[in-house]
């Protein structure tokens, strides 16, 4: 019986011993800071090369941290705007073809890499500002008016395309400097 003995207690220490290595283990990773583990996962590096093309307009390739490649090849058309060829990490293209108006302002359409379009159309208003109507993916439409007040300052009212309005009152002081005043309305419930 005493060998019997013996070995119940020699299993019953090598039992606690390891419970408790692994209890120490499980204290140590917790007394780990947060931060630490979580900047570990973010860790990589990014990079821009930009380069200037034939045509002086500016390139640039980006390297994500996961070694996704981005590039972005802008040229200028006939008209002298700069428009630009983006080629996304996954072999996505997307287009940007901007124009001049008649007045001079220029407009801008996007084509992502699913078809879907997006258009910027602005326009002069007779103070001089620029007006601007987009019109999303989806198909929204958000206005922004642009006015001169009185003492010069710029203000702007913008229409979302649910019907939610955002004003925004600038001001100038005697001495120069500028307030605001924002004021925001959200859509009407549908």
């Known amino acids: 019986m005493n060998n019997v003995l013996k070995q119940i207690t020699?299993?019953?220490?090598?039992?606690?011993?390891?419970?408790?290595?692994l209890a120490i283990t499980a204290?140590?990773?917790?007394?780990?800071?947060?931060?630490?583990?979580?900047?570990a996962s973010a860790a990589g590096t990014t990079s821009v090369q930009r380069s200037r093309g034939a045509d002086g307009a500016i390139d640039a390739t980006r390297t994500n941290r996961k070694g996704g490649v981005t590039t972005i090849d802008r040229y200028k058309d006939g008209s002298g705007?700069?428009?630009?060829?983006?080629?996304?990490?996954?072999?996505?293209?997307?287009?940007v073809d901007r124009s001049r108006g008649?007045?001079?302002?220029?407009?801008?359409?996007?084509?992502g890499p699913r078809g879907k379009v997006s258009t910027v159309d602005r326009s002069r208003g007779a103070d001089g500002a620029i007006d601007a109507t987009r019109v999303g993916r989806?198909?929204?439409?958000t206005?922004?008016?642009?006015?001169?007040?009185?003492?010069?300052?710029?203000?702007?009212?913008?229409?979302g395309p649910r019907g939610g309005t955002s004003t925004v009152?600038?001001?100038?002081?005697?001495d120069g400097t500028v307030n605001r005043t924002v004021t925001t309305t959200p859509p009407p419930v549908r």
Not at 138 to 141: F, H, K, Y
Not at 143 to 159: E, Q
Request: glycine share 12%.
């Open 10 to 21: 020699d299993f019953r220490l090598i039992t606690v011993a390891v419970a408790g290595t």
């Open 169 to 174: 009152d600038r001001s100038v002081n005697s």
């Open 81 to 95: 705007a700069t428009d630009a060829t983006i080629t996304g990490p996954r072999g996505g293209v997307t287009t």
């Open 27 to 39: 204290m140590n990773a917790d007394a780990q800071p947060r931060d630490t583990r979580a900047k």
């Open 138 to 141: 989806r198909g929204g439409v």
């Open 102 to 111: 008649a007045d001079g302002a220029i407009d801008k359409t996007v084509t």
């Open 143 to 159: 206005t922004v008016d642009r006015s001169r007040g009185a003492d010069g300052a710029l203000d702007k009212t913008v229409v």
